[in-house]
């Protein structure tokens, strides 16, 4: 089974930033899909962020553009999710997920593997 462990969450201060990491095992990286969704307290699962394989398409969530940015290094079998100008709202659980049979996905239940989730917190 492919595992993907999440790292880079914590506490900020609204206006802050933080860069979480997202690395897979195994050496066939460069062959997944790569997304970042997010769940708060008492709501769904929602989008982030997603990216192709090769990196050349990237799709971003209208409450995150402009403010977040994902990339991957395939050398390092990892996907990153810079967050700039962070919000109260950004609060959530952030889970990376990959998938083989997508070139980019927006949808939870295209994605086949999922990380164990990295708790971040913004404060006002």
């Known amino acids: 089974q492919v595992q993907l462990v999440e790292s880079g969450g914590g506490l900020v201060q609204a206006g802050g930033s933080l860069r979480l990491s997202c690395a897979l095992s195994?050496?066939?990286?460069?062959?997944?899909?790569m997304g970042w969704f997010r769940q708060a307290p008492g709501k769904e699962r929602e989008f982030v962020a997603a990216?192709?394989?090769?990196?050349?398409?990237?799709v971003y969530a209208d409450s995150v553009k402009g403010r977040f940015t994902i990339s991957r290094d395939n050398a390092k079998n990892t996907v990153y999710l810079q967050m700039n100008s962070l919000r109260p709202e950004d609060t959530a659980v952030y889970y990376c997920a990959a998938d083989l049979n997508v070139i980019v996905a927006t949808i939870s239940s295209r994605y086949d593997h999922w990380g164990q989730g990295t708790q971040v917190t913004v404060s006002s």
């Open positions: 990216i192709s394989r090769g990196g050349g398409n990237t």
């Open positions: 195994g050496r066939t990286f460069p062959f997944y899909a």
